[in-house]
Structures are given as structure tokens and as C-alpha cells.
């Protein structure tokens, strides 16, 4: 009875007849499967120092004054003690957009915001995140309502689904919390979607257990 080895790889096919080396032992596939495996990458926007660096560009509807400048939500510096920190709206704005050029297109398919150490009612309520390849034509990617209940300094995850690649990722605030000095967000992350693809594969050769470790004949690692 053929004993079957389940196989994550990200950048190498596996196919029928490969000859791998299982617990020690050289042995060949059978029959391969596939399936697609859906995790989170890092954030596609660096940690940035300007609206235009290390790379890419954040351009936002407003900003309450230079150190308060869109790309300070995307600088990596949540600032968690008595330092303010992120993005405010200027002019008396409770809502905006606030949106990222990336160099290359990527797939986004999660947003993370953290909320400031000082008025988190400022945080967005309703809200989409949309992408777009020219920035002039964008599609809505998730859209958001109700989002209350913001206490200092907190992180939350929105994943959504999504499977193009776009060069700019925009997030739009309709309506933030209660707010009716400013919108104010500390940190905002891109999250980039990774599809992996999981193999299955049957030895030729039966197995007496799955094997702890697989590796192809090139010492490659598959596990």
C-alpha cells in the first residue's frame, strides 16, 4: 500500500516519477496532486522615511501639518508611549484617503491598522480598500461598515479577498468613529496575499509511516 507524504513547496514542481530521499531512503513518486495553499506575506509598503522613501510614494486627501503627513502610518513606529505618531487629516476633515504607489504590482489580501495612544474614536468606522494600476481607476476590494469600538493603541486585521496584482493600494474613510476634530490612524499595513501550492504525492514504494522529512536528491527540503 502506497503511503502518501504531503509536500508544501513554493518555487519547485513536483511530478510523478521524482525521486526524492525519505527518512534516508531513495525513493520514487507516484501519482502527484496540487492544491493551492493561500497564506499572508509581510507589508508591501516599507518602512518609510518620506512620502517618498526608501521606494514607492503615499500620497493622502489631507494632512493636519508636517509631522502628522500620511507616510508617518506607514513608517513602522507605533509609538506606544507618550510620543504621537501616524496620520491626521487636516482642515477639520473626520474623513479621507490615504493611498500607496508601490514600484510593482502585488497582491494584496489583508489591512492591518493600529490606533493612536491618544483618541481613538478618530479611527476609521466604515471604510474600503480599494486597487487600482493607474490611479486614476480603482475597484473596491473589501468594504467595511461599523467598525466601532477603538481603544488606544490597538491592532486589527481585515482580511478580504483578492487575486490581482495592483500597483497602488488606496484606503478610503468614509466615517470614522466619533471623531469630530480629525481622522487619526498610527499605522497602516498592506498585507501581501501568497498562494503556495501544496503537493501530494504516493511513494511507488511502500512506506511503513509517513515520513519526518522528504528531501529531493539535490537536497533540496521539502518540508
Not at 75 to 102: F, R
Not at 205 to 218: F, G, M, Q, W
Request: a negative charge; glycine letters at 8%; aromatic letters at 10%.
Amino acid at each position: 500500500m502506497a503511503t502518501t507524504v504531503n509536500i508544501l513547496e513554493t518555487d519547485t514542481e513536483v511530478f510523478k516519477g521524482d525521486r526524492v530521499v525519505a527518512d534516508g531512503v531513495e525513493r520514487e513518486l507516484g501519482d502527484v496532486t496540487t492544491t493551492g495553499v493561500t497564506s499572508y506575506g509581510v507589508d508591501i509598503v516599507p518602512a518609510m522615511t518620506s512620502a517618498t522613501a526608501p521606494s514607492g510614494t503615499v500620497t493622502a486627501s489631507s494632512a493636519y501639518n508636517s509631522t502628522y503627513e500620511a507616510w508617518n502610518a506607514f513608517d513602522n513606529n507605533i509609538n506606544l508611549g507618550a510620543t504621537y505618531d501616524g496620520w491626521i487629516t487636516g482642515g477639520g476633515a473626520v474623513t479621507g484617503w490615504v493611498q500607496y504607489q508601490n514600484t510593482v504590482p502585488k497582491v494584496v489580501g489583508k489591512l492591518i491598522l493600529t490606533s493612536t495612544n491618544d483618541g481613538p474614536n478618530a479611527m476609521p468606522r466604515n471604510f474600503t480598500v480599494q486597487g487600482s494600476n493607474d490611479g486614476t481607476t480603482w475597484d473596491i476590494l473589501d468594504t467595511r461598515t461599523g467598525v466601532t469600538g477603538w481603544v488606544v493603541n490597538e491592532v486589527r486585521e481585515f482580511t478580504f479577498s483578492n487575486t490581482t496584482s495592483y500597483l497602488y493600494y488606496k484606503l478610503d474613510v468614509t466615517l470614522n468613529d466619533g471623531s469630530t476634530s480629525w481622522l487619526y490612524i498610527a499605522q497602516i499595513e498592506f498585507v501581501e496575499l501568497q498562494t503556495a501550492i501544496k503537493y501530494s504525492a504516493d511513494f511507488n514504494t511502500p512506506l511503513a509511516s509517513i515520513p519526518t522529512s522528504v528531501y529531493r536528491l539535490d537536497h533540496d527540503n521539502l518540508t
